[in-house]
């Protein structure tokens, strides 16, 4: 299908028309959501609406901008006013939010068409789509297996070329893992780059919305529209949005590449080849490949399942069935909050908040919280001295293709241990990207990881464009 940079083109120049868009986009949707689960709410009224105010502008010669009349799905954990809003969680059940997420109001001031919101894993814990309460989102490159996750529905949306472009959140790498797994691009960026206000914390230091798409340049435009400060986010940097696009050609030409072993090792060998042949296209373009060991990120996995389950427990303390969704009732508020909380969470969301809250207890909190925050420390620290040597790092996405349902629902550390290779820069704060390159089992894609110091995604952009162009894909 056509980018969203050919969509916005063909609109502004009167080819096309945002109703037209929208139209194919719902007909794909139409024909293929059932089957792949991929929206849990298709807004068609208010996208054929904003479509017809995007077309009369046009016709008044305005200058709707960057995304004129381009659908865009959106994950379901970022507020849009008015329309429900779940997390895949039954404890939100018919909650309609009184307001937009910071980003919801930043496409849509770029003539963007929000299309409706996509299934995830419950309130974005998991790697697969399969801890939705809404039932798993299908891989639409092979329906036998699984998207990745959290943010699967977004990355099937476009994979399923239902649109060229979507929303997703990464904490540990619900946007590159899935991206790596439907084939697509999709970017973790620098903590604080886009404001997360409005987006349903799960862990708040770690979480990040960023861009779906299936070129590189897409990405780059729609993060140029993301980005930006937000007084709405205290953790928002102060800085405008960096220029993007107009860097994606740049290439690597004299560049310094870390090929990194502690993200790539333990991998499946078609991954690991992929890994070296991105690695030799990198440097057939001009950049240095130093081989590099960063023993630190063998610590971060172990981190983060401390970290982000205890800031979980705290941030989903306020579904207590006063406030939001869902309402259990029983005799006395203390058991109506537990009837609420037993019914409307599911056992992911259950057994983070327990790891969570007993991470945090007194008596075990220097133990493992404060442990974690000193890894942490440490990892924030290994980048950093990596940064001094290369100006970027190579590794993989995932230490597979995409794999079959049930495969790792048994046992939640084969699930955890999928992101393995994306949490480590989660927890420096640090941008990172996935872009498809080479396959494996199945002539599935695999994605491999291009990583970078904060505020780097311009170079990271240039040097996913070089894997682009040599993966075949000018
Ligand atoms: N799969 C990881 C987890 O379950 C990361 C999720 C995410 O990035 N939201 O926590």
Known sequence: MKSAMQIAADVRSGVSSASAELERTLAVVEQRNAELNVFLYVDVDGARAAASVIDSRIARGENVGALAGVPIAI??????????????????????????ATVLDKVIAAGAVPVGKTNLDEFAMGSSTENSAFGPTRNPLDPSRVPGGSSGGSAAAV???????????????SIRQPAALCGLVGVKPTYGLVSRYGLIAFASSLDQIGPFSKT??????????????????????PEAAPSLVVHVDDGVAGKRIGLVRELYQGADDS???????????????????????????????SAYYLIAPAEASSNLARFDGVRYGLRV????????????????FGAEVKRRIMLGTYALSAGYYDAYYGQALKVRTLTIDAFARAYQQVDLLLGATTPSVAFAFGDKTADPMAMYLNDVFTIPTNLAGDPALSVPFGTGEGNLPVGVQLLGPGRSEAQLFAAARVLEIADGRP
């Open 75 to 100: 994950k379901d954990n970022l507020c849009q006013v008015g329309i429900p809003t779940t997390c895949s969680s039954k404890i939100l059940e018919g909650w309609r939010p009184p307001y937009n």
């Open 159 to 173: 994979a399923a070329d239902m649109t060229s472009i979507s929303l997703g959140s990464d904490t540990g790498g």
């Open 216 to 237: 590189v340049t897409d990405s780059a435009l729609l993060l140029e529209v993301l980005a930006g400060h937000d007084p709405k986010d205290s953790t928002s940097l």
């Open 271 to 301: 991954v690991v080849a992929s890994v070296h042949a991105a690695a030799q296209a990198l440097r057939a373009a001009g950049a240095e490949i130093v081989e590099m060991s960063i023993p630190e990120l063998g610590l971060t996995l």
């Open 329 to 344: 009732k029983a005799d006395d508020v203390t058991a109506m909050m537990e009837a609420t909380r037993t019914a409307g």
